[in-house]
């Protein structure tokens, strides 16, 4: 009865297409932060691996306040005028950063995308790309991909539901993940939709296929500070490795950022409004959390005030589109800035906001299938994304040079190198910058 | 450009099935926000406004596992709403779904503000649930549930009173007044016997509907009645066409509003056309007030609070705002986001 139900052709098995190129970038007739010209940036980065320019000049295009902040050196380079200035040949500076014990050769982290939010090959190309640059990638909560789980510098993340996670899974990586909360869904669980919980993310998740994966809103064993302290303390024991926690740009974040340093962890990730995410409310996404610049800024304060920041690091996250938003962040108290959106833009994302229903046409946040029609090229979305990170990094040397620093752990905190164009005097004042009335 | 983006359009009408598969439950979106003030143009002091994700110091709730409540109650406990949302923008609806829509909301336990003077025969029970406007010789009869006065200035005020005063019975007397931040205005309405009062930006105003509502709400707390203060015994109401989404309400709820009326934002929702049919028009507004609702309780649970009233009506610090200037988040009683 089974068997004359099974009609032929689905144990047919055909040869998918390698996607090796990039998609046209669609039109959009709505408000977009990955604007054209941005995705474009990035697939330069991640084509070539070399610079396309020294200041951004993406950021005139939208309204973010780290748009409306500039290095003071970029101002008076622009009134030098046509005559500008000459790209040194060879540039000494460093970009390699150490913390918890972790040595990274340029300060990024590729931010934690679970395997069920992204296809598979997505994952592993990202973990490769983190082995080879000797940068940390975070796997998300969706469990350890076999193939991920051979790559080192990987970052494990132990979230409200744990799934597929034992001691073994935890000890695979270079640091542990504590997942508290994410910047586009903060105090909302994760979420995978049911339509894209397939067998193999069943296994690895080791939950029903086809019912959606929400995560709980809270750890059920951290509801406090202290439980926290708990937590990292055991989680460092049972691994040996150094404990990040992951929580969202909220109210609170000083406070926050004070207390997960206090208790123990090595570092923060905070991540701001407006980060990627596979699937979320809407309305939890549009109205919930604050902006990366202004949460970075009064974490960096606190800390420093509550003289808590040496020794711990705290990674930038959410809407980081550039070389130049990452040292702005740096400048602002961040030692680390995290990438996502970017990296998935580096391996074809045309931004079409449609991950949760397991379409992409670019093949990354699609529905995994016995017998799909095309995957992404492993070795191309792994060259990608090795190229994103060298030319992001060259990038970042052009700005380091221009502003007469060695290396980028010299510009950690330097607010006095920036001013805000056209902000609030709220803004100016969280971020300990000052500020010049708009531009005309 | 138009306050209602495409985004809010699409949103209110997946919620209320006019698009999509699953009316009724809050849409789902993927990658990065594009919402205002930062990436979309910012076009209210509400776009400024964003709301709390409870983390680490205090447990979010996880609004599909455990109980949210957002009922509200008006009139000392009398009337019961069981969401801070109330229908109105009837104006202009034919006749024949004026019934469709009271009873959609009665069904559901939600409250509906009738502008105009209508002859409608409804049950007891029902009339409870409506707020119904009435001329000052309307005040005379007696009436099984709460009436709507509409004032203008604070000088018709004396007049109101003495009309009140010389009333038989009691009744549940609803001002609605222009969106003004005048606390002598406030503090009149009080005096005149009024238990709720509706700030409609619609009737026109000199300040903003976020600055007046947050303001009355200061004003009130203030302000003692017997030892009270005024604001536990006055219910306050926010009203106006651009109310556009459960976060906007949401937003107004951190201000001060117990409730607000919505008009554009169901009409546009529901898809609203003449010619529909009024079970279809019920249809769409119970799943897009129970959509909203749930949008509601997401809210609640990422900021870790459990009960509409007591914890989010009035409480600012639930909220931050977005590059505002200091002397508007003074204003509000937001701190600036990152303070």
Not at chain 1, 201 to 229: C, F
Not at chain 1, 339 to 345: D, P, R, S, V
Not at chain 2, 34 to 61: C, K, W, Y
Not at chain 2, 111 to 128: D, F, I, P, W
């Amino acid at each position: 009865m089974g068997a004359s139900l099974t009609s032929p052709e689905i144990n047919e098995k055909s040869t998918p297409l390698l996607v090796e190129r990039y998609l046209p970038i669609p039109r959009r007739d709505s408000g977009e932060f990955w604007t054209e010209s941005r995705i474009q940036h990035i697939r330069h980065l991640a084509t070539t691996g070399k610079p396309m320019m020294v200041w951004d000049r993406c950021k005139s295009e939208t309204n973010r306040i780290l748009d409306r902040l500039f290095f003071c050196k970029e101002l008076e380079d622009a009134s030098l005028g046509d005559r500008g200035w000459e790209v040194p040949d060879e540039i000494s500076v460093s970009t390699s950063i150490c913390y918890g014990g972790l040595e990274l050769s340029h300060p990024l982290y590729l931010g934690d995308m679970s395997f069920g939010a992204l296809s598979g090959v997505p994952n592993v190309a990202i973990a490769r790309a983190a082995d080879i640059t000797g940068t940390l990638a975070g796997i998300g909560e969706g469990g350890l991909h076999p193939e991920v789980g051979k790559c080192r510098r990987i970052a494990v993340q132990w979230a409200s539901a744990r799934f597929g996670l034992d001691l073994d899974v935890l000890r695979k990586g270079m640091a542990v993940v504590i997942k508290i909360g994410q910047g586009a869904k903060p105090g909302i669980g994760g979420h995978l939709p049911g339509v894209k919980v397939v067998e193999i993310i069943s296994q690895t998740r080791r939950i029903p296929v086809g019912v959606d994966a929400i995560s709980p809103a809270p750890h059920h064993d951290i509801y406090s500070i202290e439980d926290l302290e708990q937590r990292i303390l055991a989680l460092k024991e049972a691994t040996g490795r150094p404990v990040l926690v992951k929580v969202a740009a909220t109210n609170y974040i000083p406070y926050i950022a004070s207390g997960v340093a206090r208790m123990g962890a090595d570092g923060i990730i905070i991540d701001g409004q407006g980060a990627g995410t596979g699937a979320a409310p809407s309305v939890v996404r549009d109205n919930v959390g604050i902006p990366i610049e202004l949460a970075v800024a009064a974490a960096d304060e606190m800390l420093r005030r509550e003289e808590l920041r040496d020794g711990f690091t705290i990674i930038a996250a959410g809407r980081v589109s550039s070389a130049e938003d990452a040292a702005k962040l740096t400048a602002l108290g961040a030692d680390v800035a995290s990438i996502g959106t970017a990296a998935l833009i580096a391996m074809g994302c045309i931004m079409i906001h449609k991950c949760h229903l397991g379409f992409c046409p670019a093949v990354i946040t699609n529905k995994i299938t016995d017998n799909p029609k095309k995957v992404l090229s492993l070795d191309t979305a792994t060259r990608w994304v090795v190229n994103l990170i060298g030319g992001w990094s060259a990038e970042l040397k052009l700005i380091l040079e221009r502003l007469g620093l060695k290396s980028v752990k010299e510009l950690r905190g330097r607010r006095d190198l920036l001013v805000g164009v056209g902000l609030s005097d709220s803004s100016l004042r969280i971020l300990g910058v000052r500020g010049v009335s708009g531009k005309n | 450009m138009s306050i209602w983006r495409r985004d809010i359009v699409s949103n209110l009408r997946l919620l209320a099935g006019v698009e999509g598969k699953t009316a009724g439950e809050p849409p789902i979106a993927s990658m990065g926000a594009t919402n205002p003030p930062l990436i979309e143009e910012p076009m209210f002091i509400l776009d400024h406004i964003v709301s709390d994700g409870a983390q680490v110091t205090r447990p979010s709730i996880d609004p599909y596992r455990e109980p949210i409540e957002t009922e509200v109650y008006l009139f000392g406990g009398k009337l019961r709403f069981t969401m801070p949302i109330i229908i109105g923008g009837l104006t202009g609806v034919y006749p024949q779904h004026i019934d469709a829509v009271i009873l959609a909301g009665f069904r559901l336990g939600v409250g509906v503000h009738l502008e105009k003077l209508l002859r409608l025969q409804l049950g007891t029970e029902v009339r409870g649930h409506v707020l119904l406007e009435v001329s000052e010789d309307g005040l005379q009869s007696p009436q099984n549930g709460p009436l709507v006065l509409r004032i203008e200035g604070v000088g018709e005020l004396a007049r109101v009173r003495r009309v009140l005063k010389s009333l038989a019975h009691s009744t549940q007397l609803v001002a609605r007044i222009p969106s003004t931040a005048n606390s002598l205005f406030y503090q009149e309405i009080v005096k005149s016997g009024f238990q709720t009062v509706i700030i409609d930006e619609d009737l026109g105003g000199v300040e903003p509907l976020e600055v007046s509502l947050s303001e009355a709400d200061h004003m009130l707390k203030r302000l003692t009645i017997n030892g009270f203060p005024a604001r536990y015994l006055m219910g306050l109401i926010a009203a106006s066409n651009r109310i556009r989404s459960s976060s906007d309400i949401f937003k107004l709820g951190g201000l001060g509003a117990d409730a607000c009326i919505i008009r554009e934002a169901w009409r546009i929702g529901v898809d609203y056309k003449p010619e529909m049919p009024a079970h279809l028009l019920s249809e769409r507004i119970e799943n897009l007030l129970i959509g909203m609702q749930r949008e509601i309780k997401l809210l609640m649970g990422a900021a870790g609070v459990s009960s509409y009233q007591s914890s989010i009506v009035g409480s600012r610090e639930l909220f931050r705002a977005i590059d505002l200037p200091y002397h508007v988040c003074e204003k509000l009683g937001v701190k600036p986001a990152g303070e």
